[in-house]
Protein backbone atom coordinates (compact mmCIF):
# COMPACT_ATOMS: atom_id res chain seq x y z
CA UNK A 1 0.00 0.00 0.00
CA UNK A 2 1.75 3.21 -1.30
CA UNK A 3 -1.03 5.63 0.33
CA UNK A 4 -0.92 7.61 3.32
CA UNK A 5 -0.01 6.22 6.35
CA UNK A 6 -1.15 7.05 10.31
CA UNK A 7 -0.20 5.33 13.61
CA UNK A 8 -1.87 4.36 15.79
CA UNK A 9 -5.46 4.43 14.66
CA UNK A 10 -6.84 4.58 17.84
CA UNK A 11 -5.68 5.81 21.30
CA UNK A 12 -7.78 6.50 24.13
CA UNK A 13 -5.96 8.41 26.84
CA UNK A 14 -6.84 9.87 30.12
CA UNK A 15 -6.98 13.50 30.63
CA UNK A 16 -3.58 15.38 31.10
CA UNK A 17 -1.50 12.90 29.58
CA UNK A 18 0.54 13.20 26.48
CA UNK A 19 -0.44 11.54 23.30
CA UNK A 20 1.75 11.14 19.67
CA UNK A 21 0.49 10.17 16.19
CA UNK A 22 3.02 9.82 13.23
CA UNK A 23 2.35 10.07 9.69
CA UNK A 24 4.25 8.60 6.39
CA UNK A 25 3.28 10.37 3.45
CA UNK A 26 3.16 9.14 0.06
CA UNK A 27 7.19 8.64 -0.97
CA UNK A 28 7.41 11.38 -3.73
CA UNK A 29 5.13 13.81 -1.81
CA UNK A 30 7.26 16.65 -0.39
CA UNK A 31 3.77 18.73 1.09
CA UNK A 32 2.32 17.16 4.13
CA UNK A 33 -0.57 18.35 6.45
CA UNK A 34 -2.96 17.36 9.40
CA UNK A 35 -5.73 17.98 10.00
CA UNK A 36 -8.71 17.34 12.83
CA UNK A 37 -11.85 16.33 11.98
CA UNK A 38 -14.88 16.03 14.91
CA UNK A 39 -17.80 13.92 14.70
CA UNK A 40 -20.37 15.96 12.41
CA UNK A 41 -17.79 18.07 10.86
CA UNK A 42 -15.52 18.62 8.02
CA UNK A 43 -12.04 18.28 8.51
CA UNK A 44 -10.14 21.35 9.81
CA UNK A 45 -6.52 22.62 8.96
CA UNK A 46 -4.11 22.34 11.65
CA UNK A 47 -0.41 22.66 10.00
CA UNK A 48 1.18 22.24 6.88
CA UNK A 49 4.93 21.34 6.10
CA UNK A 50 6.70 21.78 2.99
CA UNK A 51 9.71 19.28 3.00
CA UNK A 52 11.02 19.59 7.24
CA UNK A 53 10.00 23.58 7.46
CA UNK A 54 7.02 23.95 9.32
CA UNK A 55 5.01 27.17 6.62
CA UNK A 56 1.73 27.28 8.01
CA UNK A 57 -0.19 27.21 11.67
CA UNK A 58 -3.76 27.56 12.13
CA UNK A 59 -4.68 29.47 15.40
CA UNK A 60 -6.70 25.90 16.16
CA UNK A 61 -3.18 24.80 17.22
CA UNK A 62 -3.06 25.89 20.89
CA UNK A 63 0.73 25.68 22.57
CA UNK A 64 -0.18 22.43 23.94
CA UNK A 65 0.11 20.66 20.01
CA UNK A 66 3.41 20.21 18.30
CA UNK A 67 4.31 18.91 14.97
CA UNK A 68 7.55 17.98 13.34
CA UNK A 69 9.10 16.85 10.70
CA UNK A 70 12.50 16.45 10.92
CA UNK A 71 13.64 14.56 7.94
CA UNK A 72 11.20 15.82 5.50
CA UNK A 73 9.72 12.58 5.53
CA UNK A 74 7.50 11.22 7.95
CA UNK A 75 5.67 13.53 10.46
CA UNK A 76 4.54 13.52 14.22
CA UNK A 77 1.87 15.73 16.00
CA UNK A 78 2.35 15.71 19.96
CA UNK A 79 -0.63 16.75 22.27
CA UNK A 80 0.57 17.35 25.68
CA UNK A 81 -1.37 17.74 28.94
CA UNK A 82 -4.84 15.98 26.79
CA UNK A 83 -8.17 17.62 27.59
CA UNK A 84 -11.87 16.24 26.44
CA UNK A 85 -12.33 18.59 24.09
CA UNK A 86 -9.31 16.83 22.23
CA UNK A 87 -11.13 13.75 21.20
CA UNK A 88 -11.38 13.73 17.46
CA UNK A 89 -9.72 12.28 14.66
CA UNK A 90 -6.19 13.39 13.38
CA UNK A 91 -6.07 13.45 9.86
CA UNK A 92 -3.03 13.40 8.12
CA UNK A 93 -2.64 14.13 4.20
CA UNK A 94 0.29 15.01 1.39
CA UNK A 95 0.15 16.55 -2.07
CA UNK A 96 2.91 17.17 -4.65
CA UNK A 97 3.19 20.20 -6.07
CA UNK A 98 1.39 20.22 -9.22
CA UNK A 99 0.69 23.17 -11.78
CA UNK A 100 -2.56 24.03 -12.94
CA UNK A 101 -4.83 21.52 -11.61
CA UNK A 102 -5.15 22.64 -7.99
CA UNK A 103 -3.94 21.79 -4.71
CA UNK A 104 -4.94 18.07 -4.69
CA UNK A 105 -4.33 16.52 -1.49
CA UNK A 106 -4.67 12.97 -0.08
CA UNK A 107 -5.80 11.42 3.45
CA UNK A 108 -3.94 8.81 5.55
CA UNK A 109 -7.47 6.71 7.39
CA UNK A 110 -7.00 8.74 10.12
CA UNK A 111 -5.67 8.22 13.92
CA UNK A 112 -8.79 8.53 16.41
CA UNK A 113 -8.36 9.95 19.89
CA UNK A 114 -10.57 9.89 22.54
CA UNK A 115 -9.86 11.49 26.29
CA UNK A 116 -11.68 10.25 28.99
CA UNK B 1 -12.58 33.37 6.97
CA UNK B 2 -13.32 31.69 4.34
CA UNK B 3 -16.73 29.47 4.63
CA UNK B 4 -17.76 26.46 2.32
CA UNK B 5 -21.93 25.89 3.16
CA UNK B 6 -22.88 22.54 2.04
CA UNK B 7 -26.72 21.54 1.54
CA UNK B 8 -28.13 19.49 2.41
CA UNK B 9 -27.22 18.53 5.93
CA UNK B 10 -28.65 15.13 5.67
CA UNK B 11 -30.08 13.00 2.89
CA UNK B 12 -32.14 9.94 2.62
CA UNK B 13 -33.37 8.24 -0.52
CA UNK B 14 -34.40 5.02 -1.99
CA UNK B 15 -32.34 2.87 -4.46
CA UNK B 16 -32.36 4.36 -8.31
CA UNK B 17 -33.38 8.00 -6.92
CA UNK B 18 -31.47 10.82 -8.21
CA UNK B 19 -29.77 13.50 -5.65
CA UNK B 20 -28.24 16.57 -5.87
CA UNK B 21 -25.55 18.23 -3.09
CA UNK B 22 -24.28 21.67 -3.14
CA UNK B 23 -21.24 23.31 -1.94
CA UNK B 24 -21.76 27.39 -1.74
CA UNK B 25 -19.49 30.31 -0.83
CA UNK B 26 -18.80 33.93 -0.48
CA UNK B 27 -15.61 33.36 -1.59
CA UNK B 28 -13.92 32.53 -4.37
CA UNK B 29 -11.64 29.23 -4.90
CA UNK B 30 -8.59 28.61 -6.93
CA UNK B 31 -9.82 25.32 -7.10
CA UNK B 32 -12.29 22.88 -5.55
CA UNK B 33 -12.47 19.19 -4.72
CA UNK B 34 -15.30 16.68 -3.84
CA UNK B 35 -14.44 13.68 -1.08
CA UNK B 36 -16.03 10.84 0.40
CA UNK B 37 -15.86 9.82 3.41
CA UNK B 38 -16.89 6.97 5.44
CA UNK B 39 -17.02 5.96 9.00
CA UNK B 40 -13.76 5.86 10.88
CA UNK B 41 -11.81 6.07 7.87
CA UNK B 42 -10.33 9.47 6.17
CA UNK B 43 -11.55 11.13 3.08
CA UNK B 44 -11.49 9.72 -0.36
CA UNK B 45 -10.89 12.55 -3.24
CA UNK B 46 -13.65 11.69 -5.94
CA UNK B 47 -12.37 14.79 -7.79
CA UNK B 48 -10.57 17.98 -8.19
CA UNK B 49 -12.28 20.91 -10.55
CA UNK B 50 -10.45 24.46 -11.12
CA UNK B 51 -12.00 25.71 -13.91
CA UNK B 52 -15.30 28.15 -13.53
CA UNK B 53 -17.90 26.25 -15.45
CA UNK B 54 -15.99 23.11 -15.75
CA UNK B 55 -18.15 19.68 -15.61
CA UNK B 56 -16.61 16.75 -14.39
CA UNK B 57 -18.24 13.12 -15.10
CA UNK B 58 -16.99 10.17 -12.52
CA UNK B 59 -19.23 7.14 -13.52
CA UNK B 60 -22.64 7.61 -12.20
CA UNK B 61 -21.36 11.43 -10.54
CA UNK B 62 -20.93 14.13 -11.96
CA UNK B 63 -19.38 17.61 -10.89
CA UNK B 64 -19.81 20.59 -11.74
CA UNK B 65 -17.78 24.43 -10.73
CA UNK B 66 -19.82 27.34 -10.73
CA UNK B 67 -18.60 29.82 -13.59
CA UNK B 68 -17.22 32.54 -10.52
CA UNK B 69 -15.53 29.56 -8.89
CA UNK B 70 -17.39 30.13 -5.80
CA UNK B 71 -19.81 27.26 -5.47
CA UNK B 72 -20.26 23.82 -7.04
CA UNK B 73 -22.37 20.85 -7.25
CA UNK B 74 -22.44 16.94 -7.14
CA UNK B 75 -25.06 14.95 -8.95
CA UNK B 76 -25.57 11.39 -8.47
CA UNK B 77 -27.89 9.50 -11.20
CA UNK B 78 -29.64 6.45 -9.96
CA UNK B 79 -28.08 6.07 -6.11
CA UNK B 80 -26.81 3.37 -5.05
CA UNK B 81 -26.32 1.66 -1.33
CA UNK B 82 -23.00 2.16 -2.34
CA UNK B 83 -22.71 5.85 -2.31
CA UNK B 84 -23.94 5.78 1.22
CA UNK B 85 -21.29 7.85 2.80
CA UNK B 86 -20.07 11.89 4.05
CA UNK B 87 -19.79 13.56 1.25
CA UNK B 88 -17.39 16.71 1.34
CA UNK B 89 -16.36 19.63 -0.82
CA UNK B 90 -12.76 21.51 0.03
CA UNK B 91 -12.17 24.41 -1.68
CA UNK B 92 -8.27 26.00 -1.93
CA UNK B 93 -8.18 29.91 -2.18
CA UNK B 94 -5.29 31.55 -3.90
CA UNK B 95 -2.16 30.68 -2.76
CA UNK B 96 -3.11 29.28 0.36
CA UNK B 97 -2.00 25.34 0.79
CA UNK B 98 -4.73 24.39 3.10
CA UNK B 99 -8.26 23.45 2.27
CA UNK B 100 -11.09 24.88 3.84
CA UNK B 101 -13.94 21.71 3.98
CA UNK B 102 -17.36 22.32 3.99
CA UNK B 103 -19.07 20.43 6.98
CA UNK B 104 -20.47 17.56 4.63
CA UNK B 105 -23.97 15.84 3.53
CA UNK B 106 -24.07 12.37 4.73
CA UNK B 107 -25.99 10.73 1.92
CA UNK B 108 -28.34 7.53 2.94
CA UNK B 109 -28.92 5.40 0.11
CA UNK B 110 -31.84 2.60 1.06
CA UNK B 111 -32.12 -0.63 -1.02
Known amino acids: DTGVSQDPRHKITKRGQNVTFRCDPISEHNRLYWYRQTLGQGPEFLTYFQNEAQLEKSRLLSDRFSAERPKGSFSTLEIQRTEQGDSAMYLCASSFPQTGIGNTIYFGEGSWLTVV | TQLLEQSPQFLSIQEGENLTVYCNSSSVFSSLQWYRQEPGEGPVLLVTVVTGGEVKKLKRLTFQFGDARKDSSLHITAAQPGDTGLYLC???????????FGSGTQLTVLP
Open chain 2, 90 to 100: AGAAGSARQLT
